[in-house]
């Protein structure tokens, strides 16, 4: 027999299964599968890369305290999610970027993009890219400032003057003038797709390795963090693109090998579209957003001004999440054609 005078019960919603996995376990997972790029970062571009990283983690850590601190809400530091914002965005600036620009960038992505519209689960835009558009909407320049590889042209912790710049490899299969002729055409870089694969190139400081950030991302997949089908959707349209509709001559392996690897594709597609906020819910819809992504990429890339175009193309798919997971709505089991078209039919009466 039971005693219902000592019986305890929680009324609450469902669902109504319980998981030991939460939200600091998965970001802390993120943050260990960004290790290896990071450390393939500080040794393309030296210490300052290190440095970057650890101004814009405190910098939205900070912020975040601060704001809900003001507010007068809970303190939300412990998630590790501001954590991941900093790493994030300081992967997407380069490294002679000035700190306290990066530090305006943290506090876009986190007051602005975050926390204004509810905090953490309640923001409609990845952070990270958030902050990344608007510093290069205000600093064009020094967001587009790159440095090349090697030893002898690391950028100092204190000052970025001194750093030898050049052109990214996705800056060379750009559409760009040939003075001689007078026509638009594409180059591959200079570097060789090894290069490109392993991380010895210019770029942003986690768009460098395209290896690392693609065992990061198996990582995640195997943890259980992410699911494969908005990156492999994601990837698998930028590759067939490219394939079908090579530019300037180039072979259409070639072309489409440089693609995939070069720029942030495999950052934007393992770390950023598949954050649980700003990404379908439903499997049809997470396949559609990655189709979208890779879409809008291949479209920036071919017709834009900018050679990259992973972050915005992310970007206009968050916004486009409603529509996803509503065209990709499972239908309800048991549930046949007679009685939709009764439902209808009374709905409309």
């Known amino acids: 027999m039971i005693d219902t005078k000592n019986l305890k019960l929680s009324v609450a919603s469902s669902p109504h299964v319980c998981s030991p996995v939460n939200t600091s376990r998965l970001m802390l997972d993120v943050l260990i599968a ?64 000035p700190y306290w620009t990066l530090l305006i960038g943290d506090f876009f992505a986190i007051v602005v993009v ?34 090349l590889p090697g030893v002898k042209n690391w950028a100092g912790v204190f000052s970025a003057a001194d750093a030898v710049t050049g052109a990214t490899p996705m800056a060379s299969l750009h559409a760009h003038l040939d003075v001689a002729t007078g026509t638009n055409v594409h180059t591959l870089p200079a570097d060789g797709l090894a290069n490109l694969f392993v991380g010895n190139v210019g770029g942003c400081l986690g768009e460098v390795s395209a290896l690392l950030l693609l065992l990061g991302g198996i990582y995640l997949i195997w943890r259980g963090v992410i699911r494969a089908r908005i990156p492999v959707a994601y990837l698998a349209t930028v590759a067939v693109l490219c394939f ?57 890339r071919y017709f834009g001004g900018y050679p990259e175009g992973v ?31 009764k439902a209808k039919e009374g709905a409309a009466k």
Request: proline share 5%.
């Open 311 to 341: 972050s915005y193309a992310i970007l206009l798919m968050n916004i486009c999440v409603w529509l996803l997971d509503k065209a990709g709505k499972p239908g309800r089991f048991g549930v046949t054609k007679e009685m939709k078209a």
């Open 244 to 300: 079908l509709f090579p530019q300037g001559g180039i072979a259409r392996v070639d072309w489409m090998l440089y693609n995939l690897c070069g720029g942030g594709l495999m950052l934007g597609a393992f770390f950023m579209a598949t954050d649980y906020v700003t990404s379908p819910v439903t499997k049809m819809g997470e396949i559609y957003f990655g189709i979208g992504c890779g879409l809008l990429t291949i479209f920036i």
């Open 114 to 147: 975050k926390q204004l519209f509810g905090g953490l689960g309640q923001n409609f835009m990845n952070p990270a890219l958030g902050g990344r558009a608007f510093l290069m909407m205000c600093y064009p320049i020094a967001m587009t400032t790159w440095v």
């Open 34 to 97: 960004l290790v290896p790029a990071l450390c393939m970062a500080v040794y393309v571009f030296g210490p300052r890369a290190l440095t970057m990283t650890v101004v814009s983690v405190l910098g939205c850590e900070f912020f975040e305290w601060g704001y809900r601190k003001l507010l007068k809400k809970p303190s939300a530091n412990g998630d590790f999610s501001a954590a991941v914002t900093g790493v994030l965005l300081a992967f997407v600036c380069p490294v002679t970027l």
